[in-house]
């Protein structure tokens, strides 16, 4: 994913805030959150990948992500990049109102939808906001209808973090049903998670250890 160097100016935010002014919605209720296949092999690379309307980072490429929405406001794949800089840099209220924005004019048959909400997901993740993370991946794959292979651990983690220990191990299950040979143990963690920061991993460990101590059978 693109990331800051240093956090964005309060030139450049304020400019930003000022064209892309919104009202989110209010969170959902929490629903138990479990797997709903017993396998999830299905490789989702258009998904699973940053969007990238401009190559760049820091104040440069915010400057030139801002100069094509002010030209074209409903520039979906730059105001989606915009979210995950300002994010990235420490302004999630201003990141969450711009990919609030790109999906109010997305519908859920457009490329852009599905790399917009995962990515949106895990910006919230990061900025410690993993129920929100949850609600997003959630809205994604009920609206696919898919079994992505990015499912299990991704939601293990995020609901590990939110100390619902029982789903998080029956998520990492699904992981090791649909790949044994990658998920029984930890030791490949960074090959196939690269993208993961360290801490991630670390608690992707404590969800292996809570399966192994004792593995949940499919129902």
């Known amino acids: 994913m693109l990331n800051l160097k240093r956090p964005l100016s309060g030139r450049v935010l304020g400019a ?16 138990r959150l479990v797997p709903a296949s017993e396998f999830y092999f299905a490789e989702e690379a ?8 401009i190559r760049g980072e820091g104040e440069a490429v915010a400057e030139a992500l801002l100069k094509v929405i002010a030209r074209k406001p409903r520039a979906q794949a ?3 990049q915009l979210a995950h800089v300002a994010m990235s840099g420490g302004r ?4 969450v109102e711009l990919y609030e924005r790109v999906l109010r004019d997305l519908s859920t048959t457009e490329v852009l939808y599905r790399p917009v909400l995962w990515n949106y997901g895990w910006d919230l993740l990061r900025n410690g906001d993993p129920e929100a993370a949850l609600e997003r991946w959630d809205t994604l794959v009920k609206a696919r209808n898919v079994t992505a292979d990015w499912m299990p651990t991704t939601f293990a ?9 029982d789903e998080a191990v029956e998520w990492y299950a699904a992981a090791v049903r649909t790949h ?5 143990y930890p030791d490949r963690y960074e090959e196939l998670l690269p993208d993961w ?10 969800v292996q250890q ?10």
């Open 78 to 80: 730059e105001t989606a």
């Open 46 to 53: 258009r998904t699973t990948r940053p969007v990238i309307a």
């Open 210 to 219: 809570a399966w192994q101590a004792d593995p949940p059978q499919w129902r």
């Open 180 to 184: 044994p040979d990658r998920w029984s």
């Open 157 to 165: 983690l995020a609901l590990w973090q939110l100390d619902r220990k």
């Open 92 to 95: 999630p209220e201003l990141g």
């Open 16 to 31: 930003a805030l000022a064209a892309c002014l919104l009202v989110t919605g209010g969170a959902a209720a929490q629903s």
């Open 197 to 206: 920061l360290p801490a991630e991993r670390e608690t992707l460990v404590k």
